[in-house]
């Protein structure tokens, strides 16, 4: 992490939202503590994505608490709160033809003015966050013609630009090939050592065993479990969020893995 940033520590605290009369989120608490990485799964239609737009301020009508460092979000302005949690979707289509260094400058928005030439310091926040995530080489590259990989490190590199120490990353490796998901979980991984504060959806219990520190399973608008992954993952627990039976297993490393439970012809 740079020097000079202060991390910041977060809190979601009896969070409850709705759209009408349709309950989406009930009760949720959970913390995020500087230099981890959260899990965050739950089958679609779960609240994951209205959570994250709870966190970020985007969504204003939900009671409990969003907490950083201990003052609720509200008190903070869209420029402050983007000083200090940059988000990351899952896909992205610009409308032009940007190189990566232009997409990424788009993360230093909050530190100038508004319609200002970036800075000096602007350009080299989005060079160093290129170099940060290991594609420095592609800057002047289009970012159209880059890999689905390629292109969620840019996406990871503009929030960095942002100098944000909390990073909420949707479900990053979504539509990209096996190489790709790695490649990319290693980044993030690699990111919440170095000190950032990292939320992460995924559908992919393998991708939480390997990379989180703790998960948080939604189901039914509510926390059905969270801890961390190697306890609260179970087959029960994935068979009640995804429907399906599986086996974990561990390796002579003790790295757990998920492996689906086949229907028989005779089950079928």
Not at 135 to 153: D, K, M, V, W, Y
Request: glycine share 8%; with cysteine.
């Amino acid at each position: 992490m740079p020097a000079g940033i202060i991390r910041s520590y977060l809190e979601v605290r009896n969070l409850s939202f709705a759209y009408g009369n349709q309950a989406v989120l009930r009760d949720v608490g959970f913390t995020l503590q500087p230099g981890e990485l959260l899990g965050m799964l739950g089958p679609n239609g779960a609240g994951k994505s209205t959570l994250f737009r709870c966190i970020l301020g985007l969504e204003k009508n939900h009671t409990g608490q969003v907490l950083l460092d201990g003052t609720g979000i509200e008190t903070r302005s869209p420029t402050v709160l983007a000083k200090q949690i940059a988000y990351v979707p899952q896909t992205h289509y610009p409308s032009f033809n940007y190189a990566a260094l232009d997409m990424v400058l788009m993360g230093t928005a909050a530190q100038g003015r508004e319609w200002a030439l970036p800075r000096t310091a602007q350009r080299q926040a989005a060079e160093e966050a290129l170099e940060q995530v290991g594609i420095s080489h592609l800057r002047q590259r289009s970012f159209r013609q880059l890999s689905g990989g390629e292109q969620q490190l840019v996406l990871i590199a503009r929030a960095l630009a942002q100098k944000a120490t909390l990073l909420i990353m949707d479900e990053p490796t979504a539509n990209l090939d096996y190489g790709n998901q790695i490649r990319v979980l290693f980044q993030v991984k690699t990111l919440s050592r170095n000190g950032y504060g990292i939320i992460l959806s995924t559908h992919n219990p393998d991708h939480a065993f390997l990379f989180t520190d703790r998960v948080v399973a939604l189901h039914n608008t509510r926390i059905a479990a969270a801890g961390p992954p190697a306890e609260v993952l179970t087959p029960e627990l994935i068979a009640l969020l995804y429907g399906v039976q599986v086996l974990i297993r561990q390796d002579e490393q003790g790295v757990l893995s998920c492996t689906p439970v086949l229907p028989t012809a005779a089950s079928s």
